[in-house]
Nanobody, 121 residues
Framework: VQLQASGGGLVQAGASLRLSCASSGSTFSGYHMSWFRQAPGKEREFVAVISRSGHSTSYAGSVKGRFTISKDNAKDTVYLEMNSLKPDDTAVYYC???????????????WGQGTLVTVSS
């Protein structure tokens, strides 16, 4: 599975962004898909996960109510809609694919290259 993340950029606090992660090379619908992020000097942390079917989602407490993960199996793409962005959301965002519905980064086998989101105050 090859993953390509896009959609990052520089925005002001309160703005919105939508990240995309396009998949190729394997059966997209067979994987649970997630987003993680890594801020400068910090460890990579879980943001959101969506199940293979798209019927189940989970979020980190810090983003719940502001971010929405979704997927389009027909387009082999997973999205992360981010609203009410805060400076603390500044990070490189990574999409990942795995066989386990999990919030742990070690459960994911395939990773995209990351897209930078910078939120200014």
């Amino acid at each position: 599975v090859q993953l390509q993340a896009s959609g990052g950029g520089l925005v002001q606090a309160g703005a919105s962004l939508r990240l995309s992660c396009a998949s190729s090379g394997s059966t997209f619908s067979g994987y649970h898909m997630s987003w993680f992020r890594q801020a400068p000097g910090k460890e990579r942390e879980f943001v959101a996960v969506i199940s293979r079917s798209g019927h189940s989602t989970s979020y980190a407490g810090s983003v719940k109510g502001r971010f929405t993960i979704s997927k389009d199996n027909a387009k082999d793409t997973v999205y992360l809609e981010m609203n009410s962005l805060k400076p603390d959301d500044t990070a490189v965002y990574y999409c990942a694919a795995g066989r386990t519905y999990s919030t742990r980064r070690t459960d994911y086998d395939y990773w995209g290259q990351g897209t930078l989101v910078t939120v200014s105050s």
